[in-house]
């Protein structure tokens, strides 16, 4: 492999196969480095991929008897809890049984493995069958530069030489701090840890507990007395003969309140709604990573360089604004459109800074940086302790008078509320959170 | 349902290079700093792993066997004292997820 590449992508996750997908059907000559064992060995997400980005790049993968993902979404669940109860707003709807299907929960190590299996095929049809590469068990170690220009990069005492570079590393993103597009240093402040079990049953007992149907699959996500306090919240997803259940929690907020985060995990395992959930299942994986909370003021301001392109979680693109944790959709479309501008910059034979930019351009203009620049208050709004704390109870407190029946006069339900939000908050609160919440939603 | 201990959680990871007895560690930790200026001693109980561990008097130790790569040290210690790489995939320790 003396010959020079079009472009190198380090990491075969989402961002990285994306752009891979991309290039390969555009006959450009690529290599794609993976430091797992295979593409997929390394990641963990939630998780659910948001969207119809993932037709685009596998048309029809619904139609595959075993493909990838390992189940569609159309039951959703938004949980508030306190110490003992849960009240939840539930939707489900035959509406998202067609595909292509608005939101697909897989695990990684089997879908980036089976997308790279797309990839591979992609290759195999390219003009560059015999040039392109997916290669695993490979750690870059830098990205060389040349007068301000990414001009490949370095592997032990390896090089490999292209015209540009896409840097879709993942959040742990090292490469993108040491071509100095992030700060050597990233604090905690708005960074959140993520841990979860996977949780295996008899995939009947799944189907039944859940009312899954076929390929059906649920999302539920929780808010309050999940995290001990801890600002963040909890998730479980439905797989095909298991379940992904864990929390994403504030890393400053952990260290300030002095908790572990397998502690808080047993505890959300524990808790009365969530236990009853569960029950039955053997544990058989459990996992942990570092997530990005989606607050800009993390994110690095310019996502490309001479010859370079971030994308990805390495770009921090990730964002839980209240209606869904998006990342991977997002990592998708951030690697489409850094191949597409690879592309375009072969053809004009012009990798330089001008071109580059254009990228992040398109980001920009794309749904990608318009959600994430449009909610931010949202996300504001999320890590605020009213709103992960003092929410849920008042919501609960509300809840357990309004569906207890003793045998009484009744009082009004705006009685019921009054005395909740007497008990657990403010009115000041409220109004702050309600004045925040219709602006930021 | 039971709940696990974090050595029966760590023990359904797969690790790379596990029977190697000489690998190479990809973090390194100046326990110096954790145990002389950290006012809080953080990786001590917000790593998932419980790589880093206090002793009795107080002191911070560093192993690595059990890194899962997730980066919460890198972002938690803001003392300096975490020099972060991922494992080299023939001479370091890795995770493999099996789920992920």
Redesign the interface.
């Given at each position: 492999m003396d010959e020079k590449f079009d472009c190198i992508i380090v990491g075969a996750g989402v961002a990285g196969l994306a752009a891979a997908m991309t290039l390969a059907r555009n006959n450009i000559k690529f290599l794609l480095i993976e430091k797992g064992e295979f593409a997929g060995a390394k990641n963990v997400s939630g998780g659910v991929i948001w969207g119809h980005d993932l037709a685009k790049l596998v048309p029809e993968y619904w139609k595959e008897e075993d493909g990838g993902w390992d189940r569609f979404i159309n039951h959703r669940r938004l949980t508030f809890i306190d110490d003992q109860s849960s009240f939840s707003i539930d939707f489900k709807s035959d509406h998202f049984n067609e595909a292509p299907y608005s939101g697909v929960i897989v695990l990684r190590s089997k879908f980036d493995r089976w997308l790279a299996g797309k990839v591979e095929e992609a290759i195999a049809e390219s003009d560059y069958a015999m040039d392109s590469f997916v290669a695993t068990n490979i750690l870059v170690e830098e990205v060389l530069m040349e007068d301000g220009k990414a001009v490949g990069i370095r592997t032990g005492d390896e090089k490999f030489y292209a015209d540009s570079v896409i840097i879709a590393e993942g959040v742990n993103n090292l490469l993108t701090r040491q071509v100095g597009l992030q700060d050597k240093y990233v604090p905690a402040d708005h960074m959140l840890t993520g841990v979860k079990e996977i949780i295996r049953y008899d995939q009947k007992v799944l189907e039944d507990r859940f009312q899954l149907n076929g390929l059906s699959g649920m999302s539920n996500e929780y808010v309050g007395f999940a995290t001990r306090g801890v600002e963040g919240g909890g998730f479980l997803y439905t797989n095909r003969d298991t379940i992904s259940i864990g929390l994403v929690l504030g890393l400053k907020d952990l260290r300030e309140k002095n908790l572990k985060p397998y502690d808080i995990l047993n505890d959300f395992k524990t808790h009365p709604v969530v236990r009853d959930t569960i029950r039955g299942g053997v544990v058989v994986e459990y996992s942990a990573h570092v997530v990005s909370s989606g607050d800009k003021r993390v994110m690095p301001d310019k996502l490309y360089k001479d010859g370079l392109l971030v994308c990805g979680e390495a770009a921090n693109l990730l964002m839980n604004a209240g209606k869904a944790i998006q990342g991977m959709d997002y990592a998708m479309r951030s690697g489409i459109l850094a191949a597409e501008n690879i592309i375009e910059a072969k053809e004009k034979q012009d990798f330089g800074n001008s071109q580059m930019k254009k990228y992040q351009d398109n980001l920009s203009d794309s749904y990608v940086m318009q959600d994430i620049d449009n909610f931010q208050d949202a996300v504001h709004l999320l890590h605020n302790p009213v709103m992960y704390q003092k929410m849920p109870n008042l919501i609960n407190h509300f809840g357990r008078n309004f569906f207890t029946i003793s045998n009484e006069p009744t009082q009004k339900a705006r009685d019921m509320l009054r005395a909740s939000v007497k008990e657990h908050a403010s009115y000041w609160d409220l109004i702050k959170i309600g004045i925040k919440g219709a602006r930021s939603l | 349902?039971k709940?696990?201990s974090?050595n029966e959680?760590?023990g359904?990871?797969s690790y790379?290079n596990q029977a190697k007895s000489d690998i190479k560690p990809h973090i390194r930790v100046d326990t110096e700093i954790c145990n002389t200026v950290c006012p809080?001693k953080?990786t001590t109980?917000?790593c998932?792993?419980?790589c880093y561990t206090m002793d009795e008097e107080g002191k911070v130790h560093f192993q690595v066997e059990d890194c899962?790569?997730?980066?919460?040290c890198?972002?938690?210690c803001?003392q300096?004292a975490v020099t972060?790489?991922?494992?080299?995939?023939?001479i370091g320790r890795?995770?493999?997820?099996?789920?992920?």
């Open positions: - | 349902m709940l696990l974090l959680r760590l359904l990871i790379r809080h953080c109980y917000v998932p792993a419980n899962i790569e997730c980066g919460t890198m972002y938690a803001d300096g972060w790489e991922f494992p080299d995939p023939e890795g995770v493999t997820w099996n789920f992920g």
